[in-house]
């Protein structure tokens, strides 16, 4: 397939770049290259790369430790004991005895924690804690001649890690999250050295589970959940009121060097907060280190917490010695805490209580630096808007398009409108009722794994555009990269590496006919439990914005639109389709939609997910105040929505509310309800079109759309088919060479061997007079000895294979040819390059399922002009 060998090193950097080294006693890490290391526990063996679900990616190895130690054994950076591995494969518990073996051959023991995480269900209270094997491995450890073990925990979510303190034999702890399927490999590039970590936490880890501020409140009521802690999740809670509860703060991380910070403090300019400060390495290594700023507001008549990130920065890789100066930046209105209820100057608004704000740079929310104070001379507002939950329905005061009925005239399509042809709202309002509503429908899916089309109103240019999850990695049939878990990405702080890996599944999200990535996840992890705490990042919203946004600009600097998703407040699993999220509005201005807002307005993602809850007694895919108050009004956002998948709400609600298509494919029932109730008056015309304006105007943004953009066929028209070719498109990339032969016939095109291997379908779209059987005809070259042409519809039915068994080069044309069966008009023609053998993937065929990425392609160059077609007289 092409290229992934890239992409797996952004997954091991970031993943590496992520992990947080909590305890390091003794100097047991780095270790040294007479170190002689072995693990210990099955656990060892399999690695868990990711959680279930959309966060679950098929790739083509997952590292082992096994993998990971050997690698470093062989570069000389340490002595492996690899009948460790041996002994895990055969050993249920370890007793003293076996231990003490162990400890006769080796320095240092690698044990592992693991825990999954999925969607649809929630962690247990009893996987919060360790388990009774758990514990009785650490107690034999402790009685055994084992002398110092190094502890990897395999996780997202949070656990309790209060009881490694009474081992004492557990000298270092790295939170190595779910790394990816370079996991053994990135964690042993920490363990020795390679790496120097520098990941700091997302979330506080407190002593126990009731520690918490949502524990009692969690998963309580299958119907409902009440965020009675308001604004105080996370360390929010835990330094405002419980500082004592705290085992591992929010931002803590150790390296294996030291920095000091100096001249740090801070000016205003242009309203906004511009700090600086000089970070110095130092302690022995080379190392990076991730610099936070908090603010602590003044309280007043808002409660406010007792610190907020406020911006952040990770330092280059620094020699010892050596400094960087950073800078960090934040807009003062940022500082401002939601009046709901207008206890201080206003209702509903964003509001600076008068008083001292301190500004500190910190190693962590405990570690902090004192920059400087901001005065506030006077309260004042700083936004003013309206609540979207407590008061009355949201309505629509303006809106882009009429309910008028307008004169049809010459067919629009898409093309026209991107071309300047044609304006917008002229297509928009051609559409019939009927038409503007099947824009509302998840359409069909193109291959095996896709998750379904949007769009496909072919007739009038609307491709039908793939989606495909998820947050972590390109879900396909077909093997991708499988990155770090979210909290893990999150846990780098690195905006550029989160690009990067943003870039990479953009590159094979494009390359594998992907349009339209459903992804970053981006919930808050409001309580430990949570079941895909994995796929998301953070307990506090401005790491999560950003970090969502710096994957968003990746993703789509590749072609490759970005779907934020679950809008919002899906913060529990269990009962996630009917469970209620009860959420004042404080808190979700602050919390639970900053990071939205920030992914929203900093990289602009084509598509936003809605999530399956309800907010605060409305489904949210059916909410106005959220979707068209908050999203379209106050954050001016153009892209579309979607909802989530099967989420058993009216369509009818859902269109009022403002969600623009329901997925996936497969409820023309919903549709034929929508239309009855704009026959009964219950929609307005503008309403449908409006949401259909969303619908297009996205679109035109994926790569299906932009590769009919190449024109490239027009030249053929009448040149060389009977048939008229109305419009040809295709290609992954469009990466279509223009060529002529040595007899002045143009190429129709040429797929090298690169091209060839990314995607090789041409679509074309006939005009046929009558129905019946047609010969078709290409001429074609390839130095592949084996080449076939498959013919399919549009509906993915396969209606005829031409051969060629002849490799020649450039020099020597043949003509191959099938016949197949056309119905009269438009009919849509999508023609696949493949070779033999290909038995193997024929499951690909089963169904309505298109080969779009094609596993084994032809190694060779093929070239093909002249595609004919004859009406067969019967
Ligand atoms: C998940 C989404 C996912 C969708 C499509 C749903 O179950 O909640 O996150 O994108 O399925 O697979």
């Not at 502890?151 to 190595?176: E, M, Q």
């Not at 239309?675 to 079109?689: D, N, S």
């Not at 066929?713 to 032969?741: Q, W, Y």
Request: proline residues 4%; negative net charge.
């Amino acid at each position: 397939m092409f290229d992934l060998k890239k992409n797996y090193e952004v997954s091991r950097k970031l993943a590496a770049q992520g992990m947080v080294l909590l305890e390091n006693n003794e100097h047991v890490l780095p270790i040294q290259s007479m170190d002689r290391v072995g693990i210990i526990g099955k656990e060892c063996l399999n690695l868990i790369k990711g959680g279930g679900g959309s966060g679950n990616v098929k790739c083509e190895y997952v590292k082992s430790f096994a993998d990971g130690l050997r690698e470093k054994a062989e570069e000389g950076k340490l002595i492996f004991v690899e009948n460790t591995i041996e002994i895990a494969e055969k050993t249920e518990a370890y007793d003293v005895c076996i231990l003490n073996q162990i400890a006769a051959t080796t320095d240092k023991v690698i044990i592992t924690m693991q825990r999954q995480g999925t969607e649809g269900e929630d962690r247990t209270v009893e996987e919060f804690g360790p388990t009774a094997q758990e514990v009785e491995l650490l107690q034999n450890i402790e009685a055994s001649d084992i002398k110092k073990v190094i502890l990897i925990l395999n996780f997202a979510n949070v656990v309790d890690l209060s009881f490694i303190k009474k081992y004492p034999k557990v000298k270092s702890v790295l939170f190595a999250s779910m790394p990816g399927m370079e996991c053994g490999s990135a964690i042993m590039d920490v363990l020795c050295g390679d790496v120097n970590p520098s990941g700091k936490l997302v979330d506080t880890i407190a002593y126990t589970y009731e520690d918490y501020p949502t524990a009692e409140w969690f998963n309580y009521n299958p119907r409902e959940t009440k965020y009675q802690e308001g604004i105080f999740v996370g360390y929010r809670y835990f330094e405002t009121f419980a500082k004592e509860k705290v085992l591992y703060p929010f931002g803590y991380g150790l390296s294996y060097t030291r920095f000091e910070y100096s001249n740090y403090g801070f000016v205003e300019e242009e309203d906004n907060i511009k700090i600086t400060l000089d970070v110095t390495n130092v302690g022995a290594c080379a190392g990076r280190e991730v610099v936070q700023a908090y603010c602590s507001a003044p309280q007043g008549k808002l409660p406010k917490p007792a610190l907020e990130l406020k911006g952040y920065a990770k330092t280059k890789e620094l020699n010892p010695g050596e400094t960087e100066t950073l800078n960090i930046q934040f807009a003062v209105k940022e500082m401002a805490s939601y009046d709901t209820e207008g206890v201080t100057v206003a209702k509903a608004a964003w509001v600076l209580e008068k008083g001292i704000y301190r500004i500190y740079v910190a190693k962590s929310v405990r570690h902090l630096y004192h920059c400087g104070d901001y005065e506030v001379a006077e309260t004042m507002a700083t936004e003013q808007t309206i609540n979207r939950f407590t008061e009355e329905k949201y309505i629509q005061k303006q809106c882009r398009f009429s309910d008028d009925i307008f004169e049809i005239g010459e067919k629009i399509s898409l093309y026209d409108v991107s071309d300047g042809k044609a304006d917008m709202d002229s297509f928009i309002n051609q559409l019939s009722a009927e038409e503007l509503i099947s824009l509302g429908l998840g359409q069909p899916i193109a291959f095996p794994m896709g998750t379904s089309g949007i769009g496909n109103l072919k007739k009038y240019g609307v491709p039908n555009p793939q989606t495909a999850d998820g947050p972590v990695g390109v879900r396909r049939s077909v093997n991708t990269t499988c990155f770090p878990c979210s909290t893990l990405i999150a846990c780098s702080w690195d905006q550029e590496l989160q690009f990067a890996m943003g870039a990479a599944m953009g590159y094979e999200g494009y390359s594998t006919g992907i349009d339209i990535l459903l992804g970053p996840a981006m919930n808050i992890h409001r309580d430990p439990l949570g079941g895909r705490n994995n796929e998301y990042f953070s307990e506090d919203p401005l790491i999560s914005g950003k970090t969502a946004a710096a994957l968003v600009k990746g993703l789509q600097s590749e072609g490759l639109c970005a779907t934020l998703k679950h809008f919002a407040a899906n913060n529990c699993e269990d009962s996630r389709n009917v469970n209620n999220s009860i959420v004042e509005e404080r808190a979700l201005r602050e919390i639970y939609l900053k990071g939205f807002e920030i992914a929203v307005k900093e990289s602009n993602p084509a598509y936003i997910m809605t999530s399956y809850n309800l907010l605060n007694g409305e489904h949210t895919s059916a909410n106005a105040g959220l979707l068209r108050g908050i999203l379209r009004d106050e954050w001016h956002y153009e892209g579309a929505t979607m909802t989530d998948w099967r989420n058993g709400v009216s369509m009818v609600d859902e269109v009022i509310g403002g969600n623009n298509i329901k997925m996936p494919f497969g409820y023309p029932d919903e549709g034929e309800k929508v239309l009855k109730a704009y026959q009964e008056g219950k929609i307005p015309l503008r309403m449908l079109r409006e949401n259909a304006f969303y619908v297009v105007n996205s679109v035109m943004k994926t790569r299906s759309f932009k590769q009919h953009d190449f024109g490239i066929i027009h030249k053929m028209e009448g040149e060389s088919l009977d048939i008229p070719v109305l419009k040809v498109n295709g290609l992954a990339s469009a990466r279509i060479t223009h060529a002529r032969r040595e007899d002045g016939a143009e190429y129709l095109f040429h797929l090298n061997r690169e091209q060839r291997n990314q995607r090789s379908f041409v679509y074309y779209v006939l005009d046929i007079p009558k129905e019946g059987e047609y010969r078709i005809s290409a001429e074609i070259c390839t130095n592949c000895p084996e080449t076939q042409i498959w013919f399919y519809d549009e509906d993915g039915n396969r209606l005829g294979t031409a051969y060629c068994s002849v490799a020649t080069d450039e020099s020597k044309w043949y003509t191959v040819e099938t016949k197949i069966n056309l119905k009269k008009g438009e009919n849509m023609l999508k023609l696949v390059f493949a070779n033999e053998p290909y038995k193997e993937y024929e499951y690909f065929f089963a169904g309505p399922e298109i080969p779009n990425a094609w596993p084994e392609l032809a190694k060779e160059d093929i070239w093909m002009a002249k595609l004919k077609l004859s009406y067969v007289n019967k």
